[in-house]
Each structure stands twice: as structure tokens, then as C-alpha cells.
């Protein structure tokens, strides 16, 4: 299906996240597909979103992809590992426009990914590996760990995704991680100290682990303590954000959709959230690499 643009040559592409993990993806989008105008919401105010039921966070999403799509939005990217894992067919049946999510190009992302080729000298406990371990009996030559929210982990979104592509997967919820990332504490010895515990019980319960997929957005600010704590386990894994594969995967949908678009211009931006506009700045920075320079406050309710 090829989409008329109401502005050839350039397109309005909506990006969502229940906060600013979101800005990851945007970041690597603006390069890509320079030629659009780029509308952001951070639905702030309602996260996490990763501590709640699938009822309560398809009606977020949903509420929040319908107000970017009446803002003009002609493509919409779910930049937000748990709205897409638990609302992603919600969000589709709810718009007519086509619309990516994360879990699928970061599941691609792991199949194109050589594994590390030093060995690991990480020695899990002896009663841990006694135990039936819940990793999915997948002949697959990789071994992927999937480091996400509660719910992203309850729905098997990522088993599922990674199955289907012949990967073995095992996913680990990591909750307290995504509030240390909200205080900052990205290079911070207890955030090191929470990582440590989570990765040892993750890879005693598959040793076999080669790849580690970060399957929530605020884990990619993570990256240098991830690498750090996976060097003390003796551990060395390949560390895959989905971010860039889910901007290729958006500039193919886009080639798809809107082929007339160009490939040169100069991106344009605006940004929501539906809390403090002064944190959005502060710490979304952080993510885009950039400041956010005008942030509009948002009601979308309870
Ligand atoms: N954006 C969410 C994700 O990628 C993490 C934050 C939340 O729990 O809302 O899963």
C-alpha cells in the first residue's frame, strides 16, 4: 500500500514511549530518515508502564498513538518495549496507519549478530544449574537473554519473536532498573550492584548465553555498566539496543509507504509529555544526545 503524503517529500512520523527510553530511537531515526517532521510523546505521568496489567497498559497506549496520529502523524513507531509487547495489535486495529514496534527488529537484530568468540569463564552455582532451567528447548545456535519490565517479560513477546527465528531465548525481569535510570544513577556502584545480581542469576540459569538483548528502552543508558559488570562475571556477551534496528526497520516501512519521500533534509521535531516538563528536558537529554529544546505539557487523563 503506497501513502500520499499531504506534504510530498515530507512525512510526519509519530514516536511513543511511556517516557524518554523512547529518545533512543528517535536519536537513531533523525539520520535515517531525515526528511520528516518528528512528533515524540512521553507519556510520562502514566509510567511505568512495565508494573501493570496488559488492560491498563493497551489503554495507555492506544489513548496515546490515537493523539499522535490526530497531531498529523502518518506512521507511527512504538518506540517502548512493553506498549509493544502487550498493545502492538491494539495499537494497529485502532489506526490506519502502518505502524512498527520494537520487539521484531530487535529479534532480527539478534539473529544478524555474531556472538562473542572469547570464552567465558563465568562459573554458575552448582545448585542453580541442578535446577530445570526455563530456557525454551530451541535447537538454535544462539543463545539470547533478554533483559526487560515485568510485564514485557510476562507476555513472552521476545520468546516468542526469538523462537520463530530458530534462537533460543531466556528473559529476566529487571524492575528496579528503569527507576535508577529516572534518578540518574547510570554510573552509580548500586546500580552496579543491582545489575550484578540480576546478570548472575540470568546466566546460572543459562550458561549457555552468547547474546544479551536490551528489551526495554531506558537499558541502552545502561550499556557501560552492563559491559563493566560482564567483564567482573567473566562473562563477555554481545550487547544488542534495539534502537538502530528499529530505525532500519522503520526506514524500509517508510521506502514501502511513502516512496516519493526524500532521502536529504533536515529533521524537525516537537515534543509532549504528559508530566514535568522541566524533568522531560533534564533527563532527556540523556537519551537524544541533544536538549530538548520546547516541550508541550499534555493531559491524556487517568
Ligand atoms: N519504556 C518501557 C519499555 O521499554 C520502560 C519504562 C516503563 O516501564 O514504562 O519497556
Known amino acids: ?4 503524503s499531504p506534504s510530498p517529500g515530507r512525512l510526519t512520523i509519530g514516536v511513543f514511549d511511556s517516557g524518554f527510553g523512547g529518545l533512543t530511537v528517535l536519536r537513531a531515526l533523525l539520520p535515517l530518515i531525515p526528511a520528516a517532521h518528528y512528533i515524540y510523546l512521553g507519556d510520562t505521568a502514566r509510567l511505568p508502564y512495565g508494573s501493570k496489567s496488559r488492560e491498563t497498559i493497551a489503554r495507555y497506549a492506544v489513548s496515546s498513538a490515537k493523539f499522535l ?40 537484530a539478534a539473529l544478524q549478530t555474531p556472538s ?27 543463545h539470547v537473554l533478554v533483559l526487560a519490565t515485568t510485564a514485557t517479560v510476562r507476555s513472552h513477546a521476545y520468546t516468542h519473536a526469538l523462537n520463530a527465528l530458530g534462537l533460543a531465548a531466556h528473559e529476566k525481569a ?31 540459569a543459562d550458561p549457555a548465553t552468547q547474546t544479551l538483548l536490551l528489551g526495554c528502552t531506558h537499558y541502552p543508558l545502561l550499556q557501560p555498566a552492563i559491559q563493566r559488570v560482564l567483564t567482573s ?12 534496528a528499529t530505525a532500519r526497520a522503520t526506514a524500509a516501512l ?18 509532549y509529555a504528559t508530566d514535568s516538563i522541566e524533568k522531560f ?5 540523556n537519551f537524544l544526545s541533544q536538549p530538548l529544546k520546547e516541550v508541550h505539557l499534555l493531559d491524556l487523563g487517568g
Not at 572469547?118 to 544449574?129: A, D, G, I, L, Y
Request: some cysteine.
Open 1 to 4: 500500500m503506497v501513502i500520499k
Open 69 to 108: 496520529h490526530q497531531q498529523g502523524a502518518e506512521l507511527l513507531v512504538i518506540a517502548c518495549n512493553t506498549a509493544t509487547a502487550l498493545a502492538l495489535e491494539d495499537i494497529q486495529h485502532a489506526l490506519p496507519i502502518p505502524v512498527i514496534g520494537v520487539i521484531q527488529p530487535g529479534a532480527q
Open 116 to 142: 562473542p568468540s572469547h570464552k567465558s569463564s563465568f562459573r554458575p552455582e552448582r545448585s542453580e544449574v541442578e535446577k530445570p532451567a526455563s530456557v525454551p528447548q530451541v535447537s538454535g545456535h544462539n
Open 174 to 204: 529487571c524492575p528496579l532498573l528503569v527507576p535508577l535510570v529516572e534518578e540518574g544513577w547510570i554510573n552509580h556502584p548500586v546500580t552496579d550492584d543491582v545489575l550484578k545480581i540480576y546478570l548472575t542469576e540470568a546466566l546460572t
Open 233 to 244: 562475571l567473566g562473562h563477555p556477551l554481545t550487547v544488542i539496543d534495539s534502537a538502530d
Open 254 to 271: 517508510v521506502a514501502t509507504h511513502f516512496p516519493s519521500l526524500s532521502v536529504t533534509g533536515d529533521p524537525t521535531t516537537t515534543f
Open 281 to 285: 528536558q533534564r533527563l532527556g537529554s
